[in-house]
T-cell receptor, first 112, second 113 residues
Framework: GENVEQHPSTLSVQEGDSAVIKCTYS??????FPWYKQELGKRPQLIID?????GEKKDQRIAVTLNKTAKHFSLHITETQPEDSAVYFC???????????FGGGTRVLVKP | DTAVSQTPKYLVTQMGNDKSIKCEQN?????MYWYKQDSKKFLKIMFS???????INETVPNRFSPKSPDKAHLNLHINSLELGDSAVYFC????????????FGQGTRLTVV
């Protein structure tokens, strides 16, 4: 089955700096890669996603890149702000089997 | 008009009891999931249902029995609760065979004492 690895598990950055989170997946049949942000005590919510026919996508301060050959994808947050502090999850989805598999999460702390 | 709603939000119960968590979505999605989030925040899939049919059962103990009366509802019943069942349980839904966002419920924090 699919296995999604996420690194680092914790990330502390100074406000204004960039944050990068990296994920790898094992199943080449996975074709959709969402990123979720989970604030303390809240539900995970989608912040950006990328499909396997696209290599890069950007939405304001966040961007995601996908390398299908290497089976890895990354989240980039620029100009970090204290409200970016949360746990971020990458995930890989495979339509066959309706399975959305999550990475282990990265706890991001943005220090003012 | 909450998209995915779970009840209850908090559940405290004794070992050995049987309890249920309910989930409903009003998004017209055909696929619903149950995830378990442990104290280390890892989100582990438990079950996936598509149009009321079980698609995925990720080696979950058979004390856990999901039931989907229709494609808008996916309930989770847990028998003989154990201390290790303490976690936050999230329900989610999506369009199963397309690459679209999964929406999560607000979670149910289950504490077994």
């Amino acid at each position: 089955g699919e296995n999604v690895e996420q690194h680092p598990s914790t990330l502390s950055v100074q406000e204004g700096d960039s944050a990068v989170i990296k994920c790898t997946y094992s199943d080449s049949a996975s074709n959709y890669f969402p990123w979720y942000k989970q604030e303390l005590g809240k539900r995970p919510q989608l912040i950006i996603d990328i499909r396997s026919n696209v290599g890069e996508k950007k939405d304001q301060r966040i961007a995601v890149t996908l390398n299908k050959t290497a089976k890895h994808f990354s989240l980039h947050i620029t100009e970090t702000q204290p409200e970016d502090s949360a746990v971020y999850f990458c995930a890989a989805f495979k339509a066959a089997g309706n399975k959305l598999t999550f990475g282990g999460g990265t706890r991001v702390l943005v220090k003012p | 008009d909450t998209a995915v709603s779970q009840t209850p939000k908090y559940l405290v119960t004794q070992m050995g009891n049987d309890k249920s968590i309910k989930c409903e979505q009003n998004l017209g999605h055909d696929t619903m999931y149950w995830y378990k989030q442990d104290s280390k925040k890892f989100l582990k899939i438990m079950f996936s249902y598509n149009n009321k049919e079980l698609i995925i059962n990720e080696t979950v103990p058979n004390r856990f029995s999901p039931k989907s009366p229709d494609k808008a509802h996916l309930n989770l019943h847990i028998n003989s609760l154990e201390l290790g069942d303490s976690a936050v349980y999230f329900c989610a839904s999506s369009y199963g065979h397309s690459n679209t966002e999964a929406f999560f419920g607000q979670g149910t924090r289950l504490t077994v004492v």
